[in-house]
């Protein structure tokens, strides 16, 4: 049985060491590794050993009684988290650890948000209970206060036929067959272990065990009980379907898909459909462990191989029969300008940048060439850093990073129509499209009414293609659009003078007519804030709260702690964790979320700062482009819509 889990947790709290202790207890390894000796299996990368956290999310292979594990060691710090949604995707189960001395802490609760998410069955290790502080009652309460109160706690392996008496209790209370049957009939292991499993696979019973990773306690019990009570249930007899989870560039410059198989089989040199109708032939499977690799002829459902041959594949790709892409929600709310030595030729640069973005999306590089410059999107100052020290390592590439800023999006407050004609000589194309504000945070969406008299339904496409191939330049400082729904109501052609383009510039021209044509709005990044204080410091925080433009709900209290939920702008509330440790000399506690974008507090300051020229700008225009006696000629946003030929 194929089993992919994943190790999760907040820095710190053991999760590294807790990995190689599977890896040693299962033989994988002949000696545990430490983050503190720079000598764990998993943190191979020069990087992860220098740092002592998790960067990369890496693989490891063990074999325990029946099942075959593909090991993913995940990043603990917030900067990493898209990498560490990515890996959630493909598991079957994961472990959160928890350190028994600091408790649940803001990474936590952010991992434990994206498994359920995920539907992803859950196990908890409250790990270094030999340490001094430990307290593993406590960091129970707090798993069922802050994250579900049903949460069982097992003290010993129940893979042995025994149960005890608190576990069968606490299970049967919540099934009222099962509580009926034990009235009647007592306890049978096998009736409650079975039910133990099908509600930890449903994702309504959460497993908690505790123990010392680094002393080897508790360890055995965990793999035994964790062994027991997961399975999975992956064809190989049907077609081969897959995901890919990750893109690395290995030392000889080779690009590696790695993807997890979810049914069926894949061989060397078959031929794999994916993304937009691309198929390319498989020219390698290899299975990695940690850094090393074998080949393999063939992968069957349920492994996680990494494949060579597939050159367009992208983070996300479904393969095969599976054909949807994965949809990821952790993305960088800031953006960063990289800073070049006078000698280097940065448009050359831009290639190794590439590479980057193709194992890491959420990177979003973007390239100015009118600027010649080379921008990033990022998750914070950290990812910066280990960037300037990657780009060194791999590429020899010397290079700093301006402070990053906040990344704003734009939408509309109106209904409108835009209108956009292009038609220089010998070219030809009309759109025109209603244009409305969506629900926030909703993206942008696209359907057609166009009739297939007025244009054909490949055409129809192609427009809604272009609105949603790339983000758009809104008018107020160049930012993104968003939250709009276009619909494509009628539009024209030319038999003889159409040509490749000509609607992508007609469509581009309505979308930035129509926007010319209502009020459009800023909107800036917002954090949801989960904040734990001593409740006489509660004053303090509300009162910094709106300080900051963000709001709050009523505010909870338990025992002498205040617990205060709500939103703030990311520009604002930022650098609020170090206010918080200050003032509350480290106890009180912060977790930070992207909660979406909405109206921007100081819309009027950061559109004077960025100062952008809507009619400057080389990618778009609201103008129309028209033809008379063999001459083109442009006419402004606001005298084109008299002039469609569709009225």
Not at 344 to 350: A, D, F, G, Q, T
């Amino acid at each position: 049985m194929n089993k992919t889990i994943g190790v999760l947790a907040h820095v710190d709290a053991g999760k590294t060491t807790f990995s190689e202790q599977l890896l040693y207890y299962t033989n994988s390894i002949k000696e545990r590794g430490r983050v503190d000796h720079q000598s764990s299996f998993l943190d191979s990368h020069e990087l992860e050993k220098q740092r002592g956290i998790t960067i990369f999310a890496d693989q490891a292979i063990f074999d325990y009684e029946h099942s075959t594990y593909y090991l993913i060691d995940t990043p603990g710090h917030v900067d990493f988290s898209p990498e560490m949604e990515r890996a959630i995707q493909v598991m079957d189960a994961a472990i959160i650890v928890i350190s028994a001395v600091e408790g649940i802490e803001a990474h936590t609760e952010t991992v434990w948000e994206l498994l359920q998410k995920h539907k992803v069955p859950t196990f908890f290790f409250i790990n270094k209970i030999d340490r001094t502080g430990a307290n593993v009652a406590n960091v129970i309460d707090e798993i069922r206060h802050q994250l579900t109160e049903n949460v069982c706690v097992i003290s010993s392996s129940v893979a042995t036929g025994t149960m005890t008496d608190d576990v069968i209790e606490w299970i049967a209370e919540r099934d009222e067959a099962l509580l009926d049957r034990y009235m009647e009939q007592g306890y049978e292991w096998r009736a409650w272990t079975n039910n133990l499993k099908q509600k930890i696979q449903s994702s309504e019973i959460f497993p908690c065990f505790s123990g010392s990773a680094l002393q080897d306690i508790g360890v055995q019990e965990f793999i035994e009980s964790f062994e027991f009570l997961t399975v999975t249930d992956y064809r190989i007899e049907h077609a081969f379907a897959g995901r890919v989870y990750k893109i690395r560039y290995d030392e000889s410059g080779t690009r590696v898909t790695y993807i997890k198989v979810l049914s069926g089989v894949l061989n060397v040199r078959d031929e794999i459909d994916y993304g937009d109708g691309e198929q390319e032939k498989v020219t390698q499977i290899r299975r990695y462990n940690g850094k090393q690799f074998q080949q393999i002829n063939q992968a069957a459902a349920g492994e996680i191989v990494a494949l060579t041959g597939l050159t367009k594949a992208v983070v996300g790709d479904g393969l095969g029969v599976l054909q949807k892409k994965a949809i990821y929600e952790m993305f960088p709310i800031l953006r960063s300008k990289v800073v070049f030595e006078a000698a280097i030729n940065v448009k050359e640069s831009l290639k190794y940048f590439r590479i980057l973005e193709a194992e890491d999306p959420s990177l979003n590089v973007i390239w100015e060439e009118k600027l010649q410059q080379i921008q990033l999107h990022v998750m914070g100052n950290i990812q910066l850093e280990v960037l300037e020290q990657v780009l060194l390592a791999r590429f020899g590439l010397q290079v700093t990073f301006e402070k990053p800023e906040i990344i704003y999006k734009e939408t509309i407050t109106e209904e409108t129509i835009g209108y956009g004609h292009f038609e220089p000589l010998r070219h030809y194309a009309e759109v025109h499209l209603r244009i409305e504000p969506a629900k926030r945070n909703s993206g942008i969406s696209f359907e057609s009414r166009c009739h297939a008299d007025d244009l054909t339904t490949g055409i129809q496409n192609l427009i809604g293609q272009h609105l949603l191939e790339k983000e758009h330049h809104g008018l107020l400082t160049g930012s993104a659009i968003t939250d709009l729904n276009i619909t494509l109501l009628t539009g024209r052609d030319h038999n003889k003078h159409t040509h490749g383009g000509d609607f992508r510039e007609a469509t581009l021209r309505a979308l930035r007519q129509g926007l010319e044509k209502v009020d459009n709005i800023l909107l800036e990044p917002f954090y949801q804030f989960k904040i734990i204080v001593h409740i006489e410091q509660m004053g303090r925080v509300l009162s910094d709260i709106q300080s900051a433009y963000g709001s709050f709900d009523p505010p909870m209290t338990d025992g002498d702690k205040a617990i205060l939920v709500g939103k703030a702008p990311v520009d604002t509330f930022m650098d609020y964790s170090s206010t918080l440790a200050s003032f509350t000399q480290g106890k009180g506690r912060i977790n930070l979320t992207f909660a979406g974008y909405y109206p921007c507090h100081n819309e009027r300051e950061i559109i004077e700062r960025i100062n952008y020229d809507k009619n400057a700008d080389p990618e778009y225009s609201s103008s129309s482009v028209f033809c008379a006696k063999g001459t083109g000629f442009t006419v402004k946003w606001d005298e084109a819509e008299k002039m469609m030929h569709c009225l």
